[in-house]
């Protein structure tokens, strides 16, 4: 069976696994473990632990149980004070953490619990924060201020060095597809091409390198980007040509909700322009690539899962 890698972070990463999970592929995900706010960053801040919600979240999107067990791990107390803002789900792998002793104990226990189809890897274990620097050099500390943070960031790095989890470099040597999926290129794709051990392990490895493109920009991040000009900001970190395929929506984007994105969050469609990716090597599939879930759009994860998986077993297709 193929194997594939995926990185990424929070919904992006979910609902691609949505799609990929159906395909007859052994699936590593590989998830940022940096997020400070919210539940995630109360538990962190008061148990000095790395985060856990995107992990409890990739785990979900991934397991193979029914509706009922989703509804209960995804469960906030909120008539409680104390437990309100706190998921089932994370309050049970912290349980695990603090019985097993680490995420490498409890995560196998996680996933038996919930059937999870494949493997969640945190990048890290070390209980660690972002650090963005600003065009004027000023530095942003955390995930959630970069978030939040009005001026332009022009590089992130991590507040002390990482340890990347042995098993994710393993993963990476081993694998015939490794994917960069859709989410926020500076807090959720960007973490895992910090690590420069990382990036030599992902450019010398033999799978092809695949970027899944978002469909709308993010306000203060990638304002008026392209498709080449995420692919662009993915090389800074991974190195000039490290991108080989790229999967993109070409479909135009019009609707009352788009209007609603752009007037209330500043967030518009990002454009694919063949002419920008005439001069690179950057092997471009595109198609519609979008539908809405509960008022959001989001990548249709059966389509994108057959787009990958159909690459993963053909190659380019003339």
């Known amino acids: ?76 107390f909120t008539k409680s004070k104390s437990l309100g803002i706190h998921s089932v789900k994370n309050l049970l792998l912290i349980a695990l953490m603090d019985l097993k002793g680490n995420f490498a104990g409890a995560m196998p226990v996680m996933e038996k619990l919930l059937d999870v189809k494949g ?46 989890n042995p098993k994710v470099i393993k993963a990476v040597e081993e694998a015939d597809l490794i994917i960069f999926s859709s989410g926020s290129l500076l807090t959720s794709i960007v973490p895992h091409l910090i690590n420069k051990k990382l990036v030599h392990t992902i450019n010398k490895a033999k799978a092809d390198k695949v970027y899944i493109c978002n469909l709308f920009t993010q306000p203060g991040e ?16 991974l190195g000039k040509g490290s991108i080989d395929v790229v999967i993109a929506n070409n479909e135009v984007i019009n609707s009352d909700l788009a209007n609603k994105y752009a007037t209330e969050e500043q967030k518009d469609p990002v454009i694919l322009d063949m002419h920008e990716l005439d001069e690179s090597n950057i092997y471009v599939i595109s198609d519609k690539l979008f539908t809405i879930e509960d008022g959001w759009y989001r990548h249709d994860a059966l389509k994108t899962g057959y787009l990958l998986f159909s690459y993963l077993m053909d190659g380019k297709r003339k």
């Open 222 to 237: 990638t304002d008026d980007f392209t498709v080449k000009d995420h692919i662009d900001y993915l090389e800074k970190y």
């Open 119 to 164: 493997n969640v890897l945190p990048l890290t274990e070390d209980n660690v924060n972002l650090v963005g620097i600003t065009s004027s050099g000023k530095k942003v500390y955390g995930e959630h201020q970069l978030t939040k943070c009005a001026n332009k960031i022009v590089e992130i790095k991590y507040d002390k060095e990482i340890k990347v």
């Open 1 to 76: 069976m193929k194997k594939i890698v995926i990185f990424g972070g929070g919904s992006g990463l979910s609902q691609l696994l949505k799609g990929i999970k159906l395909f007859p592929v052994e699936i590593t995900a590989v998830v940022s473990v940096a997020d400070n706010g919210g539940s995630t960053g109360l538990l962190r801040r008061e148990l000095n632990i790395p985060a856990v919600g995107d992990i409890t979240k990739v785990m979900l999107s991934m397991a193979d149980t029914n509706q009922d067990v989703i509804d209960l791990m995804n469960y906030r």
